[in-house]
């Protein structure tokens, strides 16, 4: 295939010099608003999109998009919440384009974490065979320090091991502090903060002390490494110059912050989410991430895509008006 030309324009988009040679004929295959998202390529993007309006078939074509430029197809990352959303993604993309769209680095932000990790983990204090623990072992883990600390000996009930994990999960997903947390879903065990942070701490030495990561941990040190190691941050940035995030009212602070450090040197981020809808609020998710990217990112392009393809006008009608009566609770 003949290499594309490229040239900057206003705003710092990219377009092709010769766009007949595109194999794709993505103006007649997406509506203008999918079009436009798709053919939006430098600079931090918002898309909002409901369901039923075609968020999946638009990424799917972006990643194309961004293959037939000529983009180093390594150099795409996307996000999202299942490693089956992004293989199938990409499937659709290879399918669509070629097998230059199998490259692409896709999955978790959990899975990516623990793939930059497994490489830079010495500069964390820890070796790159970390053993990870599922909620289940974590929960364990905590249990054990709970007896050796004789917490569970206490004539006042002392939180169950579930009880403390979540309470810790939750502090560190919201980036609230423990107390907090205590105070707001807690407060019958507000009396032992002291104690239950003491377990806390333990639990935190104990883990870095026998080489082991709880699934928190993956993203709360992949942020650490990013907002302290400047040469790692510089390294993988500099990869990854364009970032696209699924189910981006998903995400939970960390999260944010991850994304946020990744692309702070191209700045070529793409979110893509539905401003009426947080699935995972019990993992620390906050619609408040997609409500503040436009924040984050005063020059942000914000497309909205509502063709909707599932239902029918009427329901629509009827879920605009429900949701015009809502307010965010993250």
Sequence with gaps: ???????????DHLHLVHPQNLRIHY??????????????????????AGAGTGKTRTIVYRVAYLVELGVKPDSVLLLTFTRKAAQEMLRKASILLDSRCDQISGGTFHSFAN????????QLGYESNFTILDQTDAEDVVNLIRTKMKFDTREK??????????????????????????????PQYIEQEADITALHAAFTM?????????????????????????????????????????????????QAEIVHLL?????????V????????????STIRNILAFGQEYPDCRIIKLEENYRSTQPILNLANEILKHGTPTQ
Excluded: W
Excluded at 115 to 121: E, G, I, N, P
Excluded at 212 to 234: C, I, T
């Design 1 to 11: 295939m003949k290499k594309f030309t490229l040239k900057p324009l206003p705003g």
């Design 263 to 271: 692309s702070h040197k191209h700045r070529n981020i793409m979110v």
């Design 273 to 284: 989410g539905d401003d009426a809808q947080c699935i995972y609020s019990f993992r620390g």
């Design 157 to 186: 009930r002392f939180p169950r091991k579930e009880t403390l994990y979540d309470l810790y999960s939750r502090s560190f997903n919201t980036l609230t502090p423990l107390k907090d947390i205590l105070a707001l879903d807690y």
């Design 206 to 254: 104990y883990k870095h002390e026998h080489n082991l990561m709880d699934y928190d941990d993956l993203l709360f040190h992949l942020a650490e490494l990013l907002r302290k190691n400047k040469p790692v941050r510089e390294i993988l940035s500099d990869r990854f110059k364009y970032i696209m995030v699924d189910e981006y009212q998903d995400t939970n602070k960390v």
């Design 27 to 48: 103006e007649q295959e997406l509506n203008s608003a999918q079009f436009e998202a798709v053919t939006s390529v430098n600079g931090p993007h918002l898309i909002i």
């Design 115 to 122: 793939s930059v990790l497994r490489k830079y983990a010495g």
